[in-house]
């Protein structure tokens, strides 16, 4: 086996990492995961780690299910790939299809696969221009998403990111990208009245879609709960009013449920919670809870009949449909239904996770919470207050940092800490996570 150095020697003349700054990485040393098993990592140093974030939002059911790893290594014993191109496809894509038109919202009978949230995402991008186009409207091509959004980083679904750090460096949005503010209350100052901070949220996408001319948008992409941006949960209402507002203009409704599907919420998607009705939603991550890559689009059926009788469709991928990942999912979400881990995140950890959150509102470097079941955020702030943080001050990096040295990974972004852990976490382990950060709050705070 090599060794740790060896590792990070191979690492840092090889490997180009996404979201990195690769100084500050190859000189602190790449920190190499070695196993996993539950809700625990285990390093190359063999040091245990709480795995406070899911690996990415994504791993809900744990790590070592042997379940999934038994579907993945029988589908690859009878048929490792054949693409679904040209006619053809494969016994788990039809059968997970299927599976997913019965479980996503009642319109929502069509799936398409690719391998990732950005692809899934971008998969619908193209859909909406062809759909579109094929109706006679093919001026309908801007995109309206909202600030703090991530919906991916590939050049299109990247211009439909709303964060700085995803487009500036490369010279984006492309044009027909349009962002609305989000209701993000904390960030402009008005969590005293979010509510009304919310309505003029929608009354400022109101004016955009006019300024813009309704016909020429083709949709609005939401993320329920806005998760890269910051787990920002909306306010009630604001939704359903966002929702009638593209119904009201005649443009489709998207939802990103890459990071709020398959049970995070203790539903199995956001739109049931908040009644939504997408006329598409992209699902990834939790979708196999990231044993393999893995994207879907969901399309309704409406939408669905244009483009199957508007001729050749020319989008997709070598892998989309691929088997193994396929038979991966449907393991999966046996899984989430055997063990009845919706219900247990609603009724038992769900609870029990954001009363152990919400217990951290007096600590003194904590100047807002946000959360629904099982994710959740924190937002940091200097002894100075929220008036004394800085565009330098990474309160939140410099917090996940402290919190891995206790023991436990949550993600840092901007000054906020999030945690959202696998599904399968009990509410001893969930103990573990917050008394590791408070230790790191403490220290950050004496710091």
């Known amino acids: 086996m090599s060794t740790l150095s060896h590792l990070q020697r191979l690492d840092a003349e090889h490997q180009l990492h996404p979201f990195t700054n690769h100084e500050e990485l190859h000189a602190a040393g790449t920190h190499i995961i070695g196993e996993g098993e539950g809700v625990w990592l285990t390093d190359q140093n063999g040091r245990r780690l709480l795995d406070g974030l899911a690996g990415l939002w994504c791993v809900n059911v744990g790590y070592g299910r042997p379940e999934l790893i038994r579907a993945a290594t029988e589908q690859m014993k009878r048929l490792c790939y054949y693409p679904s191109f040209f006619n053809t496809t494969t016994e788990p894509a039809i059968e997970l299809a299927a599976k997913l038109s019965a479980l996503t919202p009642a319109r929502l009978n069509y799936a398409m696969f690719s391998n990732s949230g950005s692809e899934a995402n971008e998969t619908a991008l193209k859909l909406i221009r062809g ?119 005649g443009i489709l409704f998207v939802a990103d449920e890459v990071i709020t599907a398959f049970g995070r919420l203790g539903a199995w998607f956001a739109s049931d919670i908040w009644n939504l009705d997408p006329d598409l939603m992209c699902l990834a991550k939790g979708l196999t809870s990231g044993y393999l890559p893995l994207g879907a689009t969901m399309v309704a059926d409406e939408i669905a009949d244009v483009l199957i009788h508007g001729g050749y469709l020319a989008h997709g991928f070598t892998y989309s449909g691929h088997p193994v990942p396929c038979a991966v999912a449907l393991a999966n979400i046996a899984v989430i239904e055997n063990e009845h881990l919706v219900e247990r995140v609603s009724d038992d950890v769900g609870p029990y996770f954001q009363q152990q959150l919400q217990s951290f509102a007096k600590h003194p470097a904590v100047a807002e919470i946000r959360g629904c079941q099982l994710i959740g955020a924190m937002e940091l702030v200097p002894r100075g207050g929220k008036s004394a943080l800085t565009p330098t001050s990474a309160l939140g990096i410099r917090g996940s940092k402290l919190v891995r040295e206790e023991g436990v990974i949550v993600r840092g972004i901007r000054d906020l800490i999030a945690i959202a852990p696998p599904l399968t976490i009990t509410r001893e382990e969930i103990d573990v996570i917050f008394a590791a950060v408070a230790r790191a709050l403490d220290r950050l705070w004496d710091h």
């Not at 349009?178 to 400022?204: F, K, M, S, T």
């Not at 996408?205 to 941006?229: H, K, V």
Request: charge should be neutral; charged fraction near 20%; hydrophobic fraction near 40%.
């Open 131 to 249: 759909y579109w186009k094929l109706k006679g409207q093919p001026h309908r091509t801007k995109i309206i998403t909202r600030e703090f959004a991530y919906h991916g980083v590939t050049l299109a679904t990247a211009s439909m990111t709303g964060l700085p750090s995803c487009q500036t460096p490369f010279d984006l949005p492309l044009p027909g990208f349009l962002h609305a503010p989000a209701p993000h209350a904390y960030a402009v100052n008005r969590e005293g009245d979010r509510d009304a901070h919310a309505d003029w949220c929608i009354a400022e996408t109101a004016r955009l879609i006019e300024r813009e001319g309704p016909e020429t948008i083709g949709a609005i992409f939401a993320e329920p709960i806005q998760g890269a941006g910051g787990v920002i949960v909306p306010p009630p209402g604001y939704l359903a009013k966002l929702r009638a507002l593209a119904r009201q203009h």
